[in-house]
T-cell receptor, first 112, second 114 residues
């Protein structure tokens, strides 16, 4: 059974600081997704990582995937308050339809 | 920009009642999914649907659940006899080509079973 673990689960940051969220998963997969969720809202797709060594960047967020280590990271550079949200990683469970198994999420709070 | 829509946004029902949650996926998408999120917890996969049939389902998706694509645009999730533990946010998602594609999520239906 595929398990996806994120850490930390809660993260309080000062504006301007850097930090990394980690996502480990238990079985071989080269398909990993990052989503953002604001309170009471739906999930917004941030990144799709589809190969070992994949790196994608959007603004202050950068995601990478190491399939050999079964690890993805979401790096936050010079955090701003608008990044406050819950961030989920999700791994394709290897089926034929791309069903996603989500981590528990990292609740990020960026304080001025 | 095309988006997945869901109705209703909120539903309150009595235990044992049937509920139908409705979704309109993005028009050119072929793969459809239902997920749920119990308050404060992670998002859980329920079922995937392609070519008018269920592709995969999780352990959560028992005989009380069913999905249907009654016409060319709607995708529904039915819970036949709701239980208290069915209270959750239910998200519909769709993707253009399934595997290796972004899944786009709808705004969700918050279901409360009393």
């Amino acid at each position: 059974e595929l398990k996806v673990e994120q850490n930390p689960l809660f993260l309080s940051m000062q504006e301007g600081k850097n930090y990394t969220i980690y996502c480990n998963y238990s079985t071989t997969s080269d398909r990993l997704y990052w989503y953002r969720q604001d309170p009471g809202k739906s999930l917004e797709s941030l990144f799709v990582l589809l190969s070992n060594g994949a790196v994608k960047q959007e603004g202050r967020l950068m995601a990478s995937l190491d399939t050999k280590a079964r690890l993805s990271t979401l790096h936050i550079t010079a955090a701003v308050h608008d990044l406050s949200a819950t961030y989920f990683c999700a791994v394709d469970n290897g089926g034929s339809q791309g069903n996603l198994i989500f981590g528990k999420g990292t609740k990020l709070s960026v304080k001025p | 920009e095309p988006e997945v829509t869901q109705t209703p946004s909120h539903q309150v029902t009595q235990m044992g009642q049937e509920v139908i949650l409705r979704c309109v996926p993005i028009s050119n998408h072929l793969y459809f999914y239902w997920y749920r999120q119990i308050l404060g917890q992670k998002v859980e996969f329920l079922v995937s649907f392609y070519n008018n049939e269920i592709s995969e389902k999780s352990e959560i998706f028992d005989d009380q659940f069913s999905v249907e694509r009654p016409d060319g645009s709607n995708f529904t999730l039915k819970i036949r006899s709701t239980k208290l533990e069915d209270s959750a946010m239910y998200f519909c998602a769709s993707s253009e080509a399934g595997i290796r594609e972004t899944q786009y999520f709808g705004p969700g239906t918050r279901l409360l079973v009393l």
